[in-house]
């Protein structure tokens, strides 16, 4: 697949996404709407009922106090009621001025009268009305909730218009809200306060968080589908880009082991053909050095092939350690001896420290020189100078810790955590002195790993680099 059919591919899934996501948020955004809409009209029928009831008990205070007033001052009506008579009959024969005044004078007194009886009658007191009926009121809400299947914390309250002021509330923690966020009712007026009705508050602190409860269900499943959708589609981006740039290390691997069999191939074929020349005089010293270019040829060939055996055996999980009781300085110092002459060679030279006084460690012989002989072949071939190579030993931690120093080409940042990965290979510009396949540092960390240790790298482009080696020696401590 080509990289503009893979662009185009991930756009046109990201828009896909992008759109089944935006439809799926305004569908529960549209139910989330629609609960609200079901909540309100539930809370207000609720609320009508309540507020009927509130009345009706209020009614019927109010008319049981205006019938004992009355009853107690029935005599005071009835005089009342003929002293007006007798004045109204009075008015019908008024003979001079002298009669209309004392008229008027008899009906302001009965006037002032009534209103010294009407004094007396006591208007509705809506602070100990409401005081008395709290927990009535309280229940009759509670119940009117349950009956619409409201079952969530609520606080009310009743407010007075004309002194702007809160006569009564459930608990009292939520004064402004009620004022600013409840639903509001009006109560029937009573007495003198028929232009400034009492109204009924109630509001609901966990409103939002009950409404979403109730579609839990619908935004369970759409968070799910969310992030299924968004997983796969990263899983397939990150997959895509994996298989890319395995293809990419595949080819780079195929190239690199062409061109490495082909050089030590063509150079057995040069040194064959001139064998079979006739033309060519065959001395010993001639046959010599011709058997000693196939030896040496042939070696390259059969360590390129166990480096790439050694790796396809890792990968299959078919390599089996034989683990043994070793002096870890012998082997780093026989891996020292086999790469001496390559880094004199060049100019340079191995150096060793060994410090640690625990060096007895449970391993694979075999493996774990190879490891070691991997890192010097590595720090003398990639290494643009002199090679200057340090080992050094200590104990750390119930194992041994190796350092292994170069002054070679460096590593950055962003590589150091790839290098151990197959195939990779370091990216070296316009360089192209360094030859391999990008298996020498993961077969290395996968032996490092089989024996419980741990290998990291400090580095620094063109300043060198060092690798960290740690090897637990605990299999000697518990059966030493």
Not at 425 to 452: C, D, M, P, W
């Amino acid at each position: 697949m080509n990289k503009k059919l893979t662009v185009i591919i991930i756009i046109l899934v990201s828009l896909s996404s992008i759109g089944l996501l935006s439809i799926q948020v305004y569908w529960i955004k549209s139910a989330v709407q629609v609960r609200q809409a079901v909540f309100n009209r539930d809370v207000d029928m609720a609320m009508q009922r309540v507020v009927f009831t509130i009345d009706k008990l209020r009614y019927q205070e109010y008319y049981l106090n205006s019938t004992e007033f009355y009853r107690k001052n029935l005599n005071a009506f009835a005089l009342f009621d003929s002293l007006n008579r007798d004045i109204d009959s009075q008015s019908l024969t008024l003979a001079s001025a002298n009669d209309l005044n004392l008229l008027l004078e008899k009906r302001m007194m009965l006037s002032n009268r009534y209103q010294q009886l009407f004094a007396r009658f006591k208007q509705p007191d809506d602070l100990k009305f409401f005081t008395q009926h709290k927990n009535l009121i309280d229940s009759l809400v509670r119940n009117s909730l349950s009956e619409k299947n409201i079952k969530t914390k609520y606080e009310f309250g009743i407010y007075k218009p004309i002194a702007n002021a809160m006569i009564l509330q459930k608990t009292g923690k939520y004064p402004t809200e009620l004022l600013s966020k409840s639903f509001v009712y009006n109560l029937s007026p009573l007495g003198n306060n028929i232009q400034f009705p009492l109204k009924f508050l109630i509001y609901f602190p966990q409103e939002h968080l009950f409404i979403l409860k109730k579609l839990y269900k619908l935004l369970f499943v759409s968070l799910g589908m969310f992030f299924i959708i968004i997983g796969s589609f990263s899983f397939s981006i990150v997959v895509i880009n994996r298989q890319k740039k395995l293809s990419e290390m595949k080819n780079d691997l195929i190239n690199n082991m062409t061109h490495e069999f082909k050089t030590p191939i063509s150079t057995i074929s040069l040194v064959c053909e001139a064998l079979k020349d006739k033309d060519v005089k065959k001395s010993d010293d001639v046959y010599n050095s011709y058997v000693s270019v196939i030896d040496e040829e042939n070696k390259r060939l059969r360590t390129m092939a166990e480096h790439i055996l050694r790796s396809a055996t890792i990968e299959t999980g078919k390599l089996k350690l034989h683990k043994e009781t070793l002096d870890l300085h012998e082997i780093l110092q026989n891996a020292v001896n086999s790469k001496k002459i390559n880094a004199e060679s060049k100019g340079g030279k191995i150096s060793t420290e060994f410090n640690a006084e625990k060096s007895t460690i449970f391993a694979d012989r075999v493996h774990l020189t190879n490891v070691f002989v991997n890192m010097l072949d590595n720090a003398i071939k990639y290494n643009l100078h002199e090679p200057v190579i340090s080992i050094s030993t200590r104990n750390l931690q119930e194992g041994i810790l190796v350092d292994i120093a170069d002054n070679g080409i460096g590593i950055s940042k962003t590589n150091q955590s790839k290098i151990f990965d197959k195939l990779y290979r370091v990216h070296t510009g316009n360089v192209h002195n360094f030859k391999g396949f990008g298996l020498g540092l993961s077969y290395v960390k996968a032996i490092v790993e089989q024996h419980k240790g741990k290998i990291t790298v400090d580095s620094e482009l063109e300043k060198g680099s060092v690798f960290h080696i740690y090897l637990p020696n605990e299999k000697i401590i518990s059966h030493g």
